[in-house]
DNA sequence: CTGTTAGCGCTTTCAA
DNA sequence: TTGAAAGCGCTAACAG
């Protein structure tokens, strides 16, 4: 009849239902949801029964097309270890979930051609609040310029470089390596050799920057004999595993700059009939899942991944109030998360051949 | 001057700034946009330049309001291990990038304690035109409750339980865990262990089931000696591999349900001065990372999890897009996904004591 | 403290 | 083949 009667979309009760049942506008109705002062007691509890009543729920996105904002976050996201994303996933939306916004993962990896191309389009496209960009994204220069013209509020997490005015989680790579090899220090090795990881890798650098200013610290002359590179892998541990272990003499210790390392290191020592850690002391940096599932299972570095991907939330919800409100200081561009190392059973003091 | 003018909060063009760019009404921008027929070719060539002229992108808010439809899928998950998390992932990204979805992760853990009765909110507020429900969650009462008051279409994987009406994408645990105990018994084994899981879960009794199957088909007698019950952990692993191992004559194979549980296994087997596949052979389930973290590397069930997430998102896009269209045909409720085994360096034909 | 008005940017409906 | 008008459900701005 009526040119007005449209089929409602909504599945349930409108604001203006609501309203209704409670007998006022839209308007107060509105200010009930969003915890908005000035509003009588009385009147908040009516319109309160009124939304259980009518089990009214409000839609989102008519409230971001009048806010000009979605609660959305995005996660820009490739394909890193399986240990990693997961961690990442809890920290994130444990705060999310706090700060009242929603987790959108957006796979930025090889598995299209033109994805650097088209990262631009889907940031705009996507209204997404703001975006939180972990490794080895947070380094890509595609991204990080697609983001900056998208004017894309973001925080990265462990990036390689630093960027003005980008604002970042910080891991201490370069300290914890530094802590792991003193404390194989204190246990009374000396010879202590080191897996590196990828050139390419910041981390991996400040890794065996760490590793290098422990052991200068000690007095210690570097010795080519003790450094093996690796690449991450557990294929490219076993090799550098075997070179070490065929110098003479022999490592007491391997630092493998990653679980997966360590633990080839592991089973390459076994194939020298080495017993860990009573022959051979061995020790990861991650502590990934593999950590925990060897025997014996690994000492190795703690980046609490959980903690910093809730950081990340926190410090780009509280710069999204800051524009919100337009607030005028200045928020903190960078915070550093400690790690911690984890003894488990892989290390001891180097045995009597080894002192 | 005029009332009319708000501060624009939409970063870039609108609609509107390109029909007047085109020289037509925001209707036929609409049309060129949702690459409708009926535009005249000159008419969609010039639209299509000053949306590249002037960089726009649409708002997905106001077209989600317009539209009812959000092109959002839920992940409903609730911390599964992080390799299975991030196959899935890997699956239901890829897919949905093709089909034009965002895929927002919702965690249902337990996190929070009343997270059951927040689901249902969380459902209704967020717009998802469907959700993708892996397990665990699949099968929690409060959540299928949710989604189906909701009526919020949806896809389960792998579920333990049938709900009428309710699509799901099957694995095919039973008959792997068959195919895999017939594998140990072409190699020449008959005294194969097998380590279940927890009672609860519904993959681990079908595995089980394919277990006793392929034993009782091969005209083997159900050896109590040969069952021992696991946790699907490490430690539980551990445990039941040493009752195993010390049982007299002791198996030459060991089948434990899941890959944890196997390198366990193989861990206690090097404690039992056993060499693995030599003096006893290992196999597990999932192929997780840690089965090629190993040495030997895990022989193992694969089952293609990416595949399966993959499938799932076909499935729901199948469904939203039928619902859409109102076309009748009822689409499919169940699909199954065929896993494989996956031979590697901890199986062998027993050696000469076994056999 | 509460309501009215005028949009947010897009799509649906209907008419041309 | 195109356009004008009328919303989608919500909120900002202003008035009372």
Not at 27 to 40: D, H, I, K, Q, Y
Not at 297 to 326: E, S, W
Request: hydrophobic letters at 40%; charged letters at 25%.
């Amino acid at each position: 009849m009526s040119v007005k009667t449209r089929a409602n979309k909504q599945t349930g009760a409108t604001i203006k239902d609501v309203a209704q049942h409670a007998g006022v506008s839209a308007m107060t109705v509105s200010r009930v949801l969003n915890a908005e002062p000035n509003v009588r007691e009385e009147t908040r509890e009516r319109v309160q029964a009124a939304i259980r009543e009518l089990n009214y729920r409000p839609n989102l996105s008519a409230r971001s097309l009048a806010r000009a904002n979605t609660y959305f976050i995005g996660l820009l996201y490739d394909n890193p270890s399986a240990g990693y994303i997961s961690e990442l996933l809890i920290g994130a939306l444990n705060r999310c979930r706090k700060a009242g916004y929603h987790l959108v993962v957006e796979s930025c990896g090889a598995a299209e051609q033109d994805w650097e191309s088209a990262i631009g389009d889907m940031l705009r496209t996507s209204n997404f609040d703001g975006v939180i960009i972990p490794p080895p994204v947070c380094d890509n220069a595609a991204v990080l310029a697609a983001v900056e013209a998208a004017s894309l509020p973001h925080v990265r997490i462990s990036p390689d470089l630093e960027k003005a005015g980008s604002p970042r989680i910080e891991t201490d790579d370069r300290a914890a390596a530094r802590r792991m090899t003193e404390y194989l220090l204190e246990l009374g090795h000396r010879r202590i050799a080191f897996i590196r990881g990828p050139e390419s890798h910041g981390a991996s650098r400040k890794r065996f920057e760490g590793y290098c200013q422990a052991m200068e610290a000690a007095g210690l002359a570097r010795d080519p004999d003790l450094i093996a590179e690796g690449e991450f892998t557990y294929r490219s541990g076993l090799e550098a595993a075997d070179t070490l272990l065929k110098s003479d003499p022999r490592p007491t210790a391997i630092f493998a700059s990653n679980d997966d390392m360590a633990v080839a290191a592991i089973a390459m020592g076994h194939r020298h009939h080495l017993d860990i850690p009573t022959d051979l002391t061995v020790v990861g940096f991650d502590d990934t899942q593999t950590a925990t599932a060897i025997w014996p299972q690994l000492t190795t570095v703690r980046q609490p991944i959980a903690t910093m991907a809730a950081q990340a939330v926190d410090m780009l919800a509280d710069r999204l109030d800051r524009i919100r409100t337009g607030e005028a200081g200045e928020a903190s561009l960078c915070q550093e998360i400690g790690s911690e190392i984890i003894v488990r059973d892989s290390s001891a003091a180097p045995g009597p051949a080894g002192r």
